[in-house]
């Protein structure tokens, strides 16, 4: 056994009491001197004696125990008084009294580590008065040395610790040995503080992250724990350590530089209170083998006191007993397991009686309000006196509340079949008077089924026996999972209880591609859980359920919280559900943040109107202006569409306006295509109900289109125009439904009878459901029986007393119809949104609406009468933008033979008023542009054109020769060579050299566009006939003309074409500026001629055609540019010398007669880049050349 520890008594008055024999110094303040010593004490030395030899000496002893131990040294000096025990006290009064201060410091340290501080020690070290000279003088010899004598500090910056206890000494050996003790002691006190601090920081790291994140982490284990920052400089050791072991030197190196902060040579420098783990390798090889399983230390944690086992066997503290033998410390060991091994046996009996006596309570619970059967006889329960006792302790242990009248509300309801091994050991019936409180709702729901009945055998075993023999039965149920196996749920709330237990360790198991069959496990855990620490949890787990959810999943996850939310109402959603929104607002993976866009939408309904409007729709604009990610946007956007269905408070319109544009303004085309699909449509819906549609919402967005034209009258924002004209076209079907709701005959309409079906081209095709008439109506009977009413109203009655149609025609209209005059009509993107607008205008009101209310606003201000042509004020309007928006947007809604008809009528008068007016043809070409990108009007054009054709007037025959070059682009070319050529070659028949100049671009465009080689070569002999022809010599318009038309089309065209006919013509006409008299002409010309060869120049040019007709042609250029335009010279003369390298190195490679190697390689990997650029052309073989267009 181990020998007894002789300090291992108490100071306490308790102690003195037991032994009066012992006597003990009162404590007495350090500065009225050293106690003295007391009578009968064997430790108290005579005044004469000899020094005592039993306690320390000046020599040190350390924590591993080298020196004589205190232990040791008060052994030994009871060796005279073998069964008196000394105290602690006593020690260290003597220890003062002789001056053994060292002796006494070490004695209080380690009293300190012990964790049993003596107050005598603590005042006397922490008064610094003790150790203050009293005299600038060392003392005598013979002088007694009291507690505030001879010392003084040491050369120290410590604490009182640091003292110099020997300086003065009339041992002289003795001070330089003090000093170094005591610098000894500083240094371990240093190092001990050291460490300290170190565990501190260790403890501080490890509970860095809240409680609940750990807890989340590990039910989550796809969310990654952020990196702790002593975890960081770990990991930074081991992985420099590796690489200095492999060497790799400089990326050790590197990674040194780049951890600057941190020492690698030393693992102290982490800062964590942890031996060196191994080495990367070696944590590598382990990293699969299982860890040992806590069982097998999981009891040992019972809080006993070790000094009520029998005997006093065990000691205080067995670490500071070096001296122990091996046999002694086997021997303390097999004690110690022995007394393990009662404990877990006491601990599991009453573990089985606390089961027992809860079921039976329970039991006795459900007899007070239900009378048991006949058959049960509870007065035959008897138990043991024994048995009695011991569960009456255990009760009174366990809790201090009565267990019946506060029952744990995961206890008693389960069967658990660990009671089930004891039959007969029942406790007595409790008193009526403890189980008359209120039962719950599953205690009713229990209260029908019977007690179960087992057989008792007739035997006398002691519960102890009993108790030894079934354990010999393989039951595991003192871990968790046992623990959970060995009790059944009988009632709702107790298997919500255990499903919100499991579920945090059954998910993390799940394959992640499996995960989405526990949502509804977790959604019924989460809606019937008792407890909202436990339900937050589930929630979290079904939030974190997949770490990058797909579509199928996250609509998997949506479903289910809509039938949580249905469940449990608004209260519970906003508590639970919005908390898990927010906190994933931010999340890395879009696509968790997608979920949390699309659970904002999904759960709107079911939310508190006020959490709707403030909370949420707070949310989703934070998400709209922050997240990157396309998809999360959009989502957002389609969630701000519910919301707005579901917001009902009118202080939130501006804040919705604003939202419109900014989703308006997104640079997603499929936010912006969410937000004409879903947002408008609701948000114009609301805007409905508060009446201000007609009012607020589309003024609004007019103001805005007025204020961007008034802004950019030179450079107009044509995106941002995009963005109002847009919002405005979504509108109209929301503006339509609002004409038919309020109009008079809405009273009038019946669903039942004969109602015809509504034409399927009578509306334009919605962008989303939201966007048909019908859904906003409400059904497509309900809106054909309005419409025909409407049609009738507007027929025949007319609009008085319609209001909200006499807004559209009196307001609405007039406005649109002076914003689309005030735009620039040279901008094609613009007449062709607002074409595009009126279009769907105009086909959602209908026929009659569009004949009887826009064609007459159009008609009255474009005038188009001929007794206006020469008036200025007529023609004004004609040359902006509101004819091709009148006749693209307008005329050409409906496509019947009137409507054809008045098509060419108008076009055909707006060619000729323009014309005959000299006014500028903008508007005209850009209508032609328009119709032209239809090959449906095709025909239509070229009849307007023929009309111009066979017009008198050579203004207007001008005019139609320009159109062409317009409506040829992307002409069939049996149209173009059954009309257009032969109309062109009609109008170069004619007198007037004006209008064959105006065709020369049309045939350069179909040079350009055709491939028919009969139609080229027609084109080719008029061409000719214009350049070769003598009366067309001196015609300074029509060589300009031609140049520019060749350097436009010169480069598209087919290369023969180009070599044979352009480059020579170009290179006379060159030739033949040189000696051009009139400057001005002879500068025009050379202009052009250096916009066409700088054209051409990108073509791949034969090496005959380069040396007879290209490089004489830019020489005889820069004759006129050397004394007309030096600039333009200086580029001149470096195209001839680029064009003469090219020629020079083709001679070279033809008399080589082979590549080398590496050039055939090159060569052949630029063929293979080339073809493979030909090969995404899908024009002919004719265009590609416009591969080196020359981008102007």
Known sequence: ????????????????????????????????????????????????????????????????????????????????????????????????RDQYILTALEFHTELLEAGRELPRLRDYFSNPGNFERQSGTPPAKDQVLGPGGPLNRAGSISTLDSLDFARYSDDGNRESDDRVAVLEFELRKAKETIQALRANLTQAAESEVPSQERKNFKSSPEIQEP???????????????????????????????????QDFELWDDVGLNIPKPPDLLQLYRNCGTPLPSPRATADVSVGVDFGDLPGNCITQDPPKK????????????????????????????????????????????RTVSSPPPATLDLGSQNTSSSTTTTTTTTTTTTSSTDPISVPPTDNGQYLDIRGVSEPEADPDPPSTQNTSHSHSQSHNKLKSRPPVQFDKPNRKLSPAFQQALLSFCRMCSDSRLGAEVSRIADSEESVMLMLGRCLPHIVPNVLLAKREELIPLILCTACLHPEPKERDQLLHILFNLIKRPDDEQRQMILTGCVAFARHVGPTRVEAELLPQCWEQINHKYPERRLLVAESCGALAPYLPKEIRSSLVLSMLQQMLTEDKADMVREAVVKSLGIIMGYIDDPDKYSQGFELMLLSLGD???????????????????????????????????????????????????????????????????????VVLQNAPFTSRAKLHGDI??????????????LQDVATIIGSREMLSALLLLYDHQLEHEGTTGWDSLLWVVNQLLPQLIEIVGRINVTSSTCVHEFSRFFWRFCRTFGKIFTNTKVKPQFQEILRLSEENVDASAGNGILTKATVPIYATGVLTCYNQEEDRKLLVGFLEDVMTTLSLSHAPLDSLKASFVELGANPVYHELLLTVLWYGVVHTSALV??????????VLRGMSEALVDRRAAPALITLCSGPEFSVRISTIPAFGTIMETVTQKELLERVKMQLASFLEDPQYQDQHSLHMEIIRTFGRVGPNAEPRFRDEFVLPHLHKLALANNSQAVENKRIDIATQLFEAYSALSCCFISEEVMVNHFLPGLRCLRTDMEQLSPEHEVILSSMIKECEIKVENRGMADAQGSMSIASSLVGEDAKTKFLSKMGQL???????ANVFQRKK
């Open 756 to 769: 015809p079906a509504i034409e399927v081209t009578r509306f334009p095709r919605p962008a989303s459901p």
């Open 1178 to 1184: 899908t024009t002919s073989g004719a265009m590609l």
């Open 322 to 365: 070096p001296d122990l033998s091996q046999q002694q410390q086997t021997e303390v060991v097999q004690e110690l397991e022995y007394q393990i091994g009662l404990l877990n046996n006491e601990k599991q009996s009453l573990a089985e009686q606390i089961k027992k006596l809860q079921s039976e309570i329970q039991t006795l619970k």
């Open 667 to 737: 640079p997603s085309e499929r936010v912006v295509s969410a937000v004409h699909q879903v947002f408008i449509p609701a948000f114009a819906a609301w805007t409905t109900e508060l009446g201000s549609l007609q009012t607020a919402l589309i003024p609004s967005l007019l103001a805005r289109i007025e204020k961007l034209l008034m802004q950019g009258e030179h450079s107009l924002d044509e995106h941002k125009l995009h963005v109002f004209l847009s919002a405005l076209q979504s509108l109209i079907p929301p503006l339509f439904a």
């Open 1 to 96: 056994m181990a020998s007894v520890n002789p300090f291992n008594l108490s100071d306490s008055e308790e102690e003195v009491e037991r032994r009066p024999n012992e006597t003990v110094d009162t404590e007495r303040s350090p500065s009225d001197g050293a106690p003295g010593p007391p009578p009968g004490n064997p430790f108290s030395p005579s005044a004469d004696a000899e020094p005592p030899t039993l306690l320390l000496s000046g020599n040190r002893t350390s924590p591993s125990g080298e020196g004589i131990s205190l232990s040791a040294a008060a052994t030994s000096a009871m060796a005279g008084t073998a069964e008196t025990r000394v105290s602690v006290d006593v020690i260290a009064a003597q220890l003062l």
């Open 957 to 966: 025959r001008c005019t139609a020769a320009r159109m062409f070059e317009l």
């Open 227 to 261: 990196i702790r920052p002593l975890e960081k400089r770990a990991l930074n050791f081991l992985v420099n350590e590796y690489l200095l072991k492999n060497e790799y030197k400089l990326s050790s190196i590197t990674f040194s530089d780049e951890n600057d902060d």
